[in-house]
């Protein structure tokens, strides 16, 4: 009988090399796109967090090569159009993108680089899941993590329309939306995300979410010893909290990093549509494959009816361009 | 690397300039970020550009390329003046003491001795007044006038803070908190790192760069302590390597020299090298010189190399020019003097100044052999590329034979970090397609040239038919073979000369470098690598990670010349007592009968502390901050401006470049003015890339997919470049297009009285690979280099810069 891996702690420790079974499963999914009543699983696993230490990112994209590498991306060869942003966007074969702004201190007027790495927050709340019209498309563990689940798919771009970071992109070759999944294959066998191994600088860390805001908390210490007085954790409650964290040197504008949102909150109009979430509820996850068990018994309830297209266009349409990032993803 | 990259964790000031460590050494910079957390240290960056690792520092200042030696200067001067200096230190452990010779000076930017014509300085006024009984005057007060700390502190003088600032554009009051910051660890119980790399090499004047910052490390008693010292950040993954192992064209492995022509005998090569100390008891211990000389020609020569024939010390080339360095290479090849060329590892089509000339030079080849795993510029260099390599490939008659060599991941052997460390690696794949090892090729190529020599003779074969190649396949010498040959062996039973006991039996490998002889008994291709593989085994594949007490020296991981030694000069962590000048760092200590502690001690174990002084490799037993006729160019840094500057040398308006830097006639007129190329020029590399390699990797591609330059807001505005545009950049040696990034990183700084715009020119496109087709810095750059080791002028030059409306045509 194979080992069951143990929750990692911290992404800087080496991973076990002897196959072990994934110490989650569909078991510990807690909520499910467009179903209702998800059987409330028998144990609550730890929550998990990745933190990103802003302060100490040196932008140097190892992170984006290891997402690439692991998930077996192919993003395009571009052209440079003035920046370091490569590629120049998210994409569905891109799922995190390093953000460079260039910052003058109004106080002291001296510049400062800032670099964030954007990608999937892993919401408390994930509003993409809210406003998901396909039963099974996006699931979400009782450690955090918000997953994909592109088999049960229909492409309709719900879910950017409900993400208040605008993360999500739909592939135009298969038509289904693409994110950091968190590794969630690497965690549920022990092993850190790809990108928080790959960091050279452990600017991105992973474990506990409480070991994660201990951790934070030295940094924030560390970082006003420095002269940074309003540094802090980003890790905002308007969508439940996330279990993708930042530790910001300027917590108190998280508008200059590259338009991270101040107080992101899912639209009303997504919370209140009910539309979608009317599909029969759900009698067990068995612990067979989650995309084929998903798949089977959600087949039916691919379908998106009129009203729901008039809620969505709504919604795109009355969302105020200038209310926060817009990042011409690919709906 | 004076320390090891594990020990940047122990100090308390890093001090970034000359390099970009967290862009170009990501990983290495995790030691910077460790040194942050746990002890609070402070990160400086003074760079033309705000990079990545100022993004991440606390303190940035500007500064114009190619001025460090101005900043570097004012910033002794401010030491020297404001008392920030670790006094005990300076007295016992450098040569500030001693007297120079009365026939020194400095003039004009200029120390005494120089010949306009040559071109070179007659150095003979700089050294020390030696006494009658053949040792170095000295003045333990440090009032004497000639005394080096009054010399150096009368040459310094002219480097005030406004005199800094006017030169190196870092305004008055950056550079003044810089040299508080600095200051600080001037105290024992503070201390600070150097990390610099290409930003100080790639000068007409680098190596100075270099000593100017190693003056200053010394002032400050920064040298051989935990946390400090001067670390070059190697470039390539075993490029300190190929340093150690002599692939300099004036270097015999283990740092020891090519003859040249003055030196057609054994007796005249050792007499300039006897190295007799300048002060009594001190170690000197390049005395040992013909230990490792003679250990070196019996690993090349066998038994063919006796005590009658002088150790075979004729079949060695005698150099009849300092070096053949690549500039020569290059300039011989324009002038037909170059048949056949080897490019082995090396790209020089993209990595040599003046491109047009590099190509000129490799037309007019008979032969060219690339040895690489990646298809290069190099080896296509004949093909037409449009716009990207517009060449006439019909009247190109080179005949170019690509061999496909195994890259690292695919090959057994050690790897030297910058920190000296030999670590074996094993493959991680099987080579693809054709791709051999190099030993295997150049094992081919000798065993059919050794045969030709056999049937055909020739001028002399001996060098090469009687060559050791005892490998167990000739055909293929193995990793361990090479690395049991390189660390040495007995080939007589060995005893201990003052007792008489058994050291090592005839066969035995030897455990270090001071079992080696002089009389032929001993064998070693490498002699600092003596200790690398033992009786005991392969001392690089060692693996244990242990670290007694967090020193950060990590004793039992791999293998670290010279002896295992992770930090140079480690006796300098001690005071005159043998106690360490700072308890919370100690690293070895006198415990009144030897040295102990963390590290191996860079002494004799049992040298009194109060006799032998701490840098054992210099005659004077003590560091130089005046470095006698070491140098080509001065035994103190003074400034000079690049090659192509926009201002004079305001010391010597005449005065071109470095005077003693090395120019060929033709390159002489390929030299631009700054009214015509009114900008300065850099060149680096990003994160994204790894020189010109990963461009032929898809996912380095997609991550900075195309050729661009930096320029600052204010030249855009003044040019109408737009932020993403496309611009043309030209010097007096060619033309490149690239894209624009218009940034805040750069901004215009005020010399003499003039503003001056920097151009940034990343060096990571060509025509060959997966990114797209662009060009590199060596478009432009001129073909000068170095006065000392001749690296190219690759980090400031003059360019002029326009908006390019439409895509290049050939």
Same mark, same amino acid.
């Given at each position: 009988?194979?080992?069951?891996?143990?929750?990692?702690?911290?992404?800087?420790?080496?991973?076990?090399?002897?196959?072990?079974?994934?110490?989650?499963?569909?078991?510990?999914?807690?909520?499910?796109?467009?179903?209702?009543?998800?059987?409330?699983?028998?144990?609550?696993?730890?929550? @998990?967090?990745?933190?990103?230490?802003?302060?100490?990112? *040196?932008?140097?994209?190892?992170?984006?090569?290891?997402?690439?590498?692991?998930?077996?991306?192919?993003?395009?060869?571009?052209?440079?159009?003035?920046?370091?942003?490569?590629?120049?966007?998210?994409?569905?074969?891109?799922?995190?993108?390093?953000?460079?702004?260039?910052?003058?201190?109004?106080?002291?007027?001296?510049?400062?680089?800032?670099?964030?790495?954007?990608?999937?927050?892993?919401?408390?709340?994930?509003?993409?899941?809210?406003?998901?019209?396909?039963?099974?498309?996006?699931?979400?563990?009782?450690?955090?993590?918000?997953?994909?689940?592109?088999?049960?798919?229909?492409?309709?771009?719900?879910?950017?329309?409900?993400?208040?970071?605008?993360?999500?992109?739909?592939?135009?070759?298969?038509?289904?939306?693409?994110?950091?999944?968190?590794?969630?294959?690497?965690?549920?066998?022990?092993?850190?995300?790809?990108?928080?191994?790959?960091?050279?600088?452990?600017? *991105?860390?992973?474990?506990?979410?409480?070991?994660?805001?201990?951790?934070?908390?030295?940094?924030?210490?560390?970082?006003?010893?420095?002269?940074?007085?309003?540094?802090?954790?980003?890790?905002?409650?308007?969508?439940?909290?996330?279990?993708?964290?930042?530790? @910001?040197?300027?917590?108190?504008?998280?508008?200059?990093?590259?338009?991270?949102?101040?107080?992101?909150?899912?639209?009303?109009?997504?919370?209140?549509?009910?539309?979608?979430?009317?599909?029969?509820? @759900?009698?067990?996850?068995?612990?067979?494959?989650?995309?084929?068990?998903?798949?089977?018994?959600?087949?039916?309830?691919?379908?998106?009816?009129?009203?729901?297209?008039?809620?969505?266009?709504?919604?795109?349409?009355?969302?105020?361009?200038?209310?926060?990032?817009?990042?011409?993803?690919?709906? | 690397?004076?320390?090891?990259?594990?020990?940047?964790?122990?100090?308390?000031?890093?001090?970034?300039?000359?390099?970009?460590?967290?862009?170009?050494?990501?990983?290495?910079?995790?030691?910077?970020?460790?040194?942050?957390?746990?002890?609070?240290?402070?990160?400086?960056?003074?760079?033309?550009?705000?990079?990545?690792?100022?993004?991440?520092?606390?303190?940035?200042?500007?500064?114009?390329?190619?001025?460090?030696?101005?900043?570097?200067?004012?910033?002794?001067?401010?030491?020297?003046?404001?008392?920030?200096?670790?006094?005990?230190?300076?007295?016992?452990?450098?040569?500030?003491?001693?007297?120079?010779?009365?026939?020194?000076?400095?003039?004009?930017?200029?120390?005494?001795?120089?010949?306009?014509?040559?071109?070179?300085?007659?150095?003979?006024?700089?050294?020390?007044?030696?006494?009658?009984?053949?040792?170095?005057?000295?003045?333990?007060?440090?009032?004497?006038?000639?005394?080096?700390?009054?010399?150096?502190?009368?040459?310094?003088?002219?480097?005030?803070?406004?005199?800094?600032?006017?030169?190196?554009?870092?305004?008055?009051?950056?550079?003044?908190?810089?040299?508080?910051?600095?200051?600080?660890?001037?105290?024992?119980?503070?201390?600070?790192?150097?990390?610099?790399?290409?930003?100080?090499?790639?000068?007409?004047?680098?190596?100075?760069?270099?000593?100017?910052?190693?003056?200053?490390?010394?002032?400050?008693?920064?040298?051989?302590?935990?946390?400090?010292?001067?670390?070059?950040?190697?470039?390539?993954?075993?490029?300190?390597?190929?340093?150690?192992?002599?692939?300099?064209?004036?270097?015999?492995?283990?740092?020891?020299?090519?003859?040249?022509?003055?030196?057609?005998?054994?007796?005249?090569?050792?007499?300039?090298?006897?190295?007799?100390?300048?002060?009594?008891?001190?170690?000197?211990?390049?005395?040992?010189?013909?230990?490792?000389?003679?250990?070196?020609?019996?690993?090349m020569w066998?038994?063919a190399?006796?005590?009658?024939n002088?150790?075979a010390y004729e079949y060695l080339p005698k150099?009849?020019?300092?070096?053949?360095?690549?500039?020569?290479?290059?300039?011989?090849?324009?002038?037909?003097?170059v048949n056949l060329?080897f490019?082995?590892?090396?790209?020089?089509?993209?990595?040599?100044?003046?491109?047009?000339?590099?190509?000129?030079?490799?037309?007019?080849?008979k032969m060219?052999?690339?040895?690489?795993?990646?298809?290069?510029?190099?080896?296509?260099?004949?093909?037409?590329?449009?716009?990207?390599?517009?060449?006439?490939?019909?009247?190109?008659?080179?005949?170019?034979?690509?061999?496909?060599?195994?890259?690292? !991941?695919?090959?057994?052997?050690?790897?030297?970090?910058?920190?000296?460390?030999?670590?074996?690696?094993?493959?991680?794949?099987?080579?693809?397609?054709?791709?051999?090892?190099?030993?295997?090729?150049m094992?081919q190529i000798f065993l059919r040239v050794r045969e030709l020599y056999r049937q055909e003779g020739g001028a002399f074969p001996d060098p090469i038919l009687n060559l050791t190649w005892?490998?167990?396949?000739?055909?293929?010498?193995?990793?361990?073979?090479?690395?049991?040959?390189?660390?040495?062996?007995?080939?007589?039973?060995?005893?201990?000369?003052?007792?008489?006991?058994?050291?090592?039996?005839?066969?035995?490998?030897?455990?270090?470098?001071?079992?080696?002889?002089?009389?032929?008994?001993?064998? !070693?291709?490498?002699?600092?690598?003596?200790?690398?593989?033992?009786?005991?085994?392969?001392?690089?594949?060692?693996?244990?990670?242990?670290?007694?007490?967090?020193?950060?020296?990590?004793?039992?991981?791999?293998?670290?010349?010279?002896?295992?030694?992770?930090?140079?000069?480690?006796?300098?962590?001690?005071?005159?007592?043998?106690?360490?000048?700072?308890?919370?760092?100690?690293?070895?200590?006198?415990?009144?009968?030897?040295?102990?502690?963390?590290?191996?001690?860079?002494?004799?174990?049992?040298?009194?502390?109060?006799?032998?002084?701490?840098?054992?490799?210099?005659?004077?037993?003590?560091?130089?901050?005046?470095?006698?006729?070491?140098?080509?160019?001065?035994?103190?840094?003074?400034?000079?401006?690049?090659?192509?500057?926009?201002?004079?040398?305001?010391?010597?308006?005449?005065?071109?470049?470095?005077?003693?830097?090395?120019?060929?006639?033709?390159?002489?007129?390929?030299?631009?003015?700054?009214?015509?190329?009114?900008?300065?020029?850099?060149?680096?590399?990003?994160?994204?890339?790894?020189?010109?390699?990963?461009?032929?990797?898809?996912?380095?591609?997609?991550?900075?997919?195309?050729?661009?330059?930096?320029?600052?807001?204010?030249?855009?505005?003044?040019?109408?470049?737009?932020?993403?545009?496309?611009?043309?950049?030209?010097?007096?040696?060619?033309?490149?297009?690239?894209? !624009?990034?218009?940034?805040?990183?750069?901004?215009?700084?005020?010399?003499?009285?003039?503003?001056?715009?920097?151009?940034?020119?990343?060096?990571?496109?060509?025509?060959?690979?997966?990114?797209?087709?662009?060009?590199?810095?060596?478009?432009?750059?001129?073909?000068?280099?170095?006065?000392?080791?001749?690296?190219?002028?690759?980090?400031?030059?003059?360019?002029?810069?326009?908006?390019?409306?439409?895509?290049?045509?050939?």
């Open positions: 009988m194979k080992d069951i891996a143990t929750a990692p702690t911290t992404a800087a420790s080496n991973p076990p090399v002897q196959p072990t079974e994934a110490y989650y499963n569909a078991g510990d999914i807690v909520r499910i796109s467009a179903t209702r009543n998800v059987p409330a699983p028998e144990r609550q696993l730890t929550k @998990l967090a990745k933190l990103i230490d802003v302060s100490k990112c *040196i932008g140097c994209k190892a992170c984006q090569s290891a997402c690439i590498e692991w998930n077996q991306t192919h993003p395009d060869v571009e052209e440079n159009v003035g920046v370091y942003e490569n590629p120049h966007d998210l994409t569905p074969n891109m799922f995190t993108l390093m953000r460079f702004s260039e910052w003058v201190n109004p106080e002291t007027d001296d510049l400062e680089w800032l670099i964030r790495k954007d990608g999937c927050m892993h919401c408390e709340d994930p509003g993409c899941l809210t406003a998901c019209p396909a039963p099974g498309a996006i699931v979400q563990y009782s450690n955090g993590i918000v997953d994909f689940v592109q088999e049960n798919c229909i492409g309709c771009g719900y879910c950017l329309t409900g993400c208040p970071f605008n993360i999500p992109r739909i592939s135009q070759v298969d038509h289904k939306s693409y994110k950091c999944t968190l590794c969630s294959d690497r965690i549920a066998v022990g092993q850190g995300p790809a990108c928080a191994k790959a960091c050279p600088t452990q600017a *991105i860390v992973f474990g506990t979410k409480d070991d994660m805001k201990a951790h934070a908390a030295e940094r924030i210490e560390d970082l006003k010893s420095r002269g940074y007085e309003n540094a802090g954790l980003y890790d905002p409650a308007g969508v439940g909290g996330t279990h993708v964290m930042y530790v @910001l040197h300027h917590a108190d504008k998280p508008q200059i990093y590259n338009d991270l949102e101040e107080d992101p909150r899912i639209s009303p109009i997504v919370e209140g549509w009910k539309g979608v979430t009317k599909t029969a509820g @759900l009698a067990v996850i068995g612990l067979a494959a989650i995309g084929a068990t998903l798949h089977g018994l959600f087949a039916r309830g691919n379908e998106v009816e009129e009203h729901d297209e008039q809620a969505a266009d709504t919604l795109v349409k009355g969302r105020d361009p200038d209310d926060g990032p817009h990042h011409g993803g690919q709906v | 690397m004076t320390n090891a990259w594990t020990d940047i964790k122990n100090t308390d000031l890093v001090i970034v300039m000359g390099g970009n460590a967290a862009e170009a050494h990501p990983c290495g910079f995790k030691w910077v970020t460790e040194a942050k957390a746990h002890r609070g240290a402070k990160l400086i960056v003074v760079d033309p550009r705000y990079t990545r690792t100022a993004s991440v520092a606390d303190y940035y200042a500007p500064i114009r390329p190619g001025s460090d030696i101005a900043f570097l200067m004012g910033a002794i001067r401010w030491c020297m003046e404001n008392d920030k200096v670790h006094w005990d230190y300076v007295r016992a452990f450098t040569n500030a003491s001693f007297l120079v010779r009365e026939d020194f000076g400095w003039s004009d930017g200029l120390f005494t001795g120089y010949d306009e014509e040559k071109r070179d300085f007659d150095k003979s006024s700089w050294d020390y007044q030696i006494g009658e009984d053949g040792f170095a005057l000295r003045d333990p007060t440090l009032e004497d006038p000639r005394c080096v700390w009054q010399m150096l502190k009368k040459h310094v003088d002219v480097y005030t803070p406004d005199f800094v600032e006017n030169i190196t554009g870092t305004p008055r009051d950056k550079f003044l908190t810089v040299c508080q910051m600095i200051g600080e660890t001037s105290a024992p119980d503070r201390t600070m790192t150097s990390m610099y790399a290409l930003g100080w090499t790639q000068h007409s004047k680098g190596a100075q760069n270099i000593r100017g910052m190693a003056m200053l490390q010394l002032i400050l008693g920064n040298i051989g302590v935990r946390g400090g010292g001067m670390n070059a950040l190697r470039g390539h993954s075993n490029i300190q390597g190929l340093t150690d192992i002599g692939l300099m064209s004036n270097l015999i492995p283990g740092y020891l020299n090519i003859p040249t022509e003055k030196e057609p005998d054994w007796e005249t090569y050792l007499s300039t090298r006897s190295f007799k100390p300048l002060q009594p008891g001190q170690t000197s211990y390049w005395q040992n010189y013909p230990k490792f000389m003679v250990s070196f020609l019996k690993a066998g038994d190399a006796t005590a009658e002088d150790w150099l009849d020019v300092p070096a053949y360095d690549i500039l020569r290479m290059f300039e011989l090849m324009n002038h037909d003097r060329y490019c082995q590892g090396f790209n020089p089509m993209l990595s040599i100044p003046n491109r047009e000339k590099v190509t000129r030079g490799l037309s007019r080849l060219l052999v690339v040895m690489d795993p990646l298809s290069t510029e190099t080896s296509h260099f004949w093909q037409n590329h449009g716009a990207h390599n517009d060449v006439d490939t019909a009247s190109i008659q080179t005949e170019v034979l690509e061999l496909p060599t195994t890259c690292f !991941a695919e090959d057994e052997g050690a790897l030297v970090n910058s920190g000296r460390w030999l670590q074996w690696h094993w493959p991680g794949a099987t080579p693809p397609g054709e791709a051999k090892y190099d030993t295997w090729i094992a005892n490998y167990a396949d000739p055909e293929e010498p193995s990793p361990a073979e090479l690395a049991r040959e390189m660390n040495g062996r007995a080939l007589a039973d060995l005893t201990d000369p003052a007792t008489g006991a058994p050291v090592l039996q005839a066969g035995q490998q030897v455990s270090s470098f001071g079992q080696l002889r002089d009389d032929g008994t001993t064998m !070693a291709g490498c002699w600092i690598y003596a200790g690398s593989w033992t009786e005991d085994g392969n001392m690089m594949a060692r693996r244990d990670n242990s670290d007694p007490d967090d020193t950060g020296m990590f004793l039992n991981w791999a293998f670290a010349w010279p002896a295992n030694r992770r930090i140079l000069y480690n006796r300098a962590s001690a005071d005159l007592q043998g106690k360490p000048w700072d308890p919370s760092r100690k690293l070895i200590e006198w415990n009144g009968e030897r040295w102990v502690g963390y590290d191996i001690p860079d002494i004799a174990p049992t040298a009194p502390p109060d006799v032998v002084g701490p840098f054992i490799m210099n005659q004077e037993g003590v560091s130089r901050l005046f470095s006698r006729g070491m140098m080509r160019d001065g035994p103190f840094p003074t400034h000079m401006e690049p090659f192509e500057s926009p201002m004079a040398n305001v010391f010597n308006p005449r005065m071109r470049g470095n005077p003693v830097a090395r120019m060929f006639e033709s390159d002489a007129g390929r030299l631009g003015s700054s009214d015509e190329f009114p900008f300065v020029a850099t060149s680096y590399r990003l994160t994204e890339h790894f020189h010109y390699w990963t461009k032929h990797n898809p996912v380095n591609a997609a991550l900075q997919p195309e050729f661009f330059v930096e320029i600052s807001e204010e030249l855009a505005a003044e040019r109408g470049i737009a932020k993403g545009g496309r611009v043309r950049v030209w010097s007096k040696r060619g033309q490149v297009w690239a894209k !624009a990034v218009v940034t805040k990183r750069i901004r215009p700084m005020t010399c003499d009285g003039k503003i001056v715009h920097v151009v940034g020119i990343p060096l990571h496109w060509g025509f060959m690979g997966a990114a797209k087709k662009g060009w590199g810095p060596n478009s432009l750059t001129p073909f000068v280099g170095d006065a000392n080791v001749d690296t190219p002028e690759f980090k400031a030059f003059l360019v002029n810069i326009e908006p390019a409306a439409e895509e290049p045509v050939a």
